[in-house]
């Protein structure tokens, strides 16, 4: 593992992100949709103050989500998480939830990965565990009217520190490949009717797809190909079915401090080859692989950000670009005190 994917990976174990939308139209292929984002990892095992403080700040930048992901299964975590979401509501903010496989979804030990997790492998989860965790969750989120606007089913699971069917070391064969499209496509689906139970309004996001560029394999070559692989897997589309419709593809989008435009061109591009425009990338994760700045040309974060929304908005007009995210708000945006950072305002709708 190269030491740019070791720091991604332990930086983003956790994925925790806070969403800024601007009103102003920075994606015009998306018009309504189109937002602007701040990720934000382990709010929810913070003290009330700091809940209360961060999402008023990311409320200060302008913007009109959240987003947030579900990390322990435990009673006290899920009341913390729906005390959050609460206190986003009040913010005004739409929430999205990023929903991964726990450790209590599966049967049995599992055994710690090389990346320092547990191997969840997605097609070995017990869904009647999994199914019956989201309806403790969403129940006990509408319960205290907490509205979920959408849902991201997944966090770079083509990557092998995420999911155990991507083997480290060596690349898929064709049959593993069907294993691992099979068990995503089957978490998305269950937790998709279970998410339209509670809430049938809600968005449906497929994961972000992490779009590692290297020469290891622990992750998938083309992850957008394999996205596009649900589409017909024996026979079934686990996109777009009579019982639910997957409404944007989820995407990470990280740049290097020196080519900020060149690589979140490829990627979006590349992922824009298999997936085409059928529905818009929320890229739910944007943002620089290493805080190296200013950069060799002069740049501040600030304006590094701005070319990154830049390149975002030409895209935009030939491929659809729904909401996208910033990560993080924690190490980026604010000082060691809390306290938004100049580099913050770059996001701010005023500044788009």
């Not at 997605?122 to 509408?142: C, E, M, P, T, V």
Request: net charge neutral.
């Amino acid at each position: 593992m190269t030491a740019q994917c070791s720091w991604r990976m332990g930086v983003r174990a956790i994925v925790v992100c806070v969403m800024t939308v601007a009103s102003s139209g920075f994606l015009p292929s998306a018009s309504a949709q189109s937002s602007l984002g701040i990720c934000r990892s382990g709010l929810a095992d913070t003290d009330e103050a700091t809940r209360q403080k961060t999402l008023e700040n990311i409320h200060k930048i302008g913007v009109t989500w959240f987003r947030d992901s579900v990390n322990y299964p435990s009673p006290e975590y899920v009341a913390r998480f729906v005390d959050e979401l609460k206190i986003a509501q009040q913010q005004k903010l739409k929430i999205l939830v990023n929903i991964l496989q726990l450790g209590s979804d599966y049967d049995g030990n599992l055994s710690t990965n090389t990346c320092g997790w547990k191997d969840k492998k997605l097609s070995a989860i017990n869904l009647k565990k999994y199914d019956q965790r989201l309806r403790d969750l969403f129940g006990a989120l509408k319960a205290a009217h907490v509205q979920i606007d959408a849902v991201e089913f997944g966090n770079e699971i083509d990557q092998y520190c995420f999911n155990a069917d991507v083997p480290n070391g060596r690349r898929l064969s064709a049959s593993e490949l069907v294993t691992a499209a099979r068990g995503y496509g089957e978490f998305l689906k269950s937790g998709a009717m279970v998410l339209h139970e509670y809430f049938p309004e809600a968005k449906i996001i497929t994961f972000g797809m992490a779009n590692i560029v290297n020469n290891r394999p622990y992750h998938l070559e083309n992850p957008a190909q394999f996205v596009a692989m649900l589409r017909n897997i024996n026979g079934y589309d686990y996109l777009d079915n009579s019982s639910y419709h997957v409404d944007g593809i989820g995407v990470h989008v990280y740049s290097s401090a020196n080519n900020i435009s060149g690589d979140a061109t490829q990627t979006l591009r590349k992922d824009f080859a298999a997936l085409g425009n059928s529905k818009p990338f929320w890229i739910t994760e944007f943002g620089f692989t290493h805080n190296n700045f200013p950069n060799k040309k002069g740049q501040t974060l600030g304006q590094a950000i701005g070319e990154l929304l830049g390149t975002f908005s030409n895209l935009s007009k030939t491929m659809s670009i729904g909401p996208a995210f910033f990560y993080s708000y924690n190490g980026w945006l604010v000082d060691d005190n809390g306290n938004l950072l100049p580099a913050a305002y770059a996001l701010s709708p005023k500044k788009q």
